[in-house]
């Protein structure tokens, strides 16, 4: 195989929590008596909690101090968390878990690289906390994408080199993370269209198409 391991983005190429983000910061913001909307929550796409945040304080009508902007971000997650509990094993889709089954059947090392620090509980809530040989996430890293720390570190847990593994993102930012760590990557969603990515592919289950070197 032209790959001995593949690491995947988690929120947008193996599940999809986009409306608990939303809902999070909409109720977030609401109680704080910030305007907020879709328009500027797809601002938020692939930034950071704190990145996120500062965004949405752009319409605040005072300053926040940092304490302030901690505690508002600490809110936010403890919504998002709640939010999470409605996530099961059903929304994970049928065409992800079958390929993810016939990749490990081939016979690849499978790990998830995520800077969201609920990584794990998604993972639990889908059925699959026990099904990737590594997860690298947003506790054991200090820097986030496109800084290529989150992938290197899954690497360097599968024991494998980036020359041996395939990245899979569905953000700009993390193919840009990819290239700069000196990985192969697979592109979905907007991600298929960045000009450095290796494989830009429509179907999650097109990993299965990507030639053996």
């Not at 593949?6 to 190429?13: K, N, P, T, Y």
């Not at 999809?16 to 609401?30: E, G, L, N, R, V």
């Amino acid at each position: 195989m032209k790959y001995k391991g593949i690491i995947f983005d988690l929120d947008g190429v193996i599940c999809f929590t986009d409306q608990f983000h939303y809902q999070a910061w909409k109720k977030m913001a609401d109680e704080t008596g910030i305007y907020f909307d879709e328009v500027i929550n797809n601002r938020l796409r692939g930034v950071s909690r704190m990145e996120s945040l500062n965004i949405i304080l752009e319409r605040a009508k005072r300053v926040y101090s940092d304490d302030e902007k901690e505690a508002l971000a600490e809110k936010k997650n403890r919504l998002y968390v709640e939010f999470l509990q409605k996530m099961s094993p059903a929304d994970l889709k049928m065409e992800v878990k079958e390929t993810l089954e016939a990749l490990r059947r081939v016979g690849y090392k499978l790990a998830i690289g995520s800077s969201s620090k609920n990584a794990k509980l998604i993972l639990e809530r889908l059925g699959l906390d026990d099904f990737f040989d590594a997860v690298s996430d947003g506790t054991n890293i200090t820097r986030s994408k496109p800084d290529p720390e989150v992938f290197l570190i899954a690497a360097e847990y599968l024991k494998l080199a980036p020359k041996e593994c395939l990245v899979v993102e569905d953000a700009l930012a993390g193919i840009d993370a990819a290239v700069s760590g000196g990985f192969d990557s697979a592109g979905i969603g907007e991600a298929a269209s960045h000009e450095k990515v290796t494989y830009p592919i429509a179907r999650f289950s097109q990993l299965l198409e990507i030639e053996e070197g």
